[in-house]
């Protein structure tokens, strides 16, 4: 294996490490129910998309979410809510990163790219749990299910408002950030010059 794979892989399962640690210091939002928290573990799998390329982005997803799992477990006994953490990350980071090149890399698109990512991973998340991870839970936790008008109800008071105020929290931390790392980040040409390595 070359020093240049050595030194990305490195990298990445660092912050996939700080991501981990991120995603342990959540807290819920005022008005919204308290099993729904926000942290801030996107933003190093954002920055290793940036550097690296999407699929580094996811990753770095992948890697925060097996460790959460191994090391804290899940209430059902299998990864519902990991996985769950998983789509969301990736519905936000990936729309993200592809505003952000086709704006050129400024930051006015990497804003634009924030808040599509927003919206993008609010809705998907919604239609996610409407047909998959809610009744999910339901199976694996042995919950009384849902009526459609409860899940819709759900959905539309919950999920989708707790999305929408992830996404926007993340986007301001994240944009205190890239003000001071857009340089850097635009310099890095670490996945040009090392995806083929």
Do not use: C
């Not at 959460?68 to 990350?89: C, E, K």
């Not at 008008?149 to 890239?178: C, D, H, S, W, Y």
């Not at 340089?183 to 390595?197: H, L, P, R």
Request: avoid cysteine.
């Amino acid at each position: 294996m070359s020093n240049t794979r050595v030194k990305k892989l490195v990298i990445l399962s660092m912050l996939g490490s700080i991501a981990y640690v991120l995603m342990l210091l959540n807290f819920p939002f005022p008005g919204l129910p308290p099993f729904l928290k926000i942290d801030f573990s996107d933003i190093p799998a954002l920055i290793a998309a940036l550097i690296f390329g999407p699929l580094a982005g996811i990753l770095v997803e992948l890697i925060k979410n097996m460790l959460d799992f191994v090391m804290t477990g899940s209430p059902t006994g299998v990864p519902v809510g990991h996985l769950a953490n998983l789509a969301a990350g990736i519905l936000f980071i990936l729309p993200t990163y592809y505003v952000y090149e086709l704006l050129k890399k400024t930051k006015k698109g990497m804003t634009f790219g924030l808040i599509t990512g927003t919206f993008v991973m609010a809705a998907f998340m919604s239609i996610l749990n409407y047909y998959v991870i809610l009744p999910a839970y339901t199976i694996f936790a042995g919950a009384t299910a849902m009526s459609g008008a409860e899940t819709r109800q759900m959905i539309t008071t919950a999920i989708l408002p707790f999305n929408i105020v992830k996404g926007i929290l993340i986007t301001v931390v994240f944009m205190l950030l890239f003000v001071r790392l857009q340089t850097w980040i635009n310099k890095q040409s670490i996945y040009k010059k090392y995806k083929n390595a």
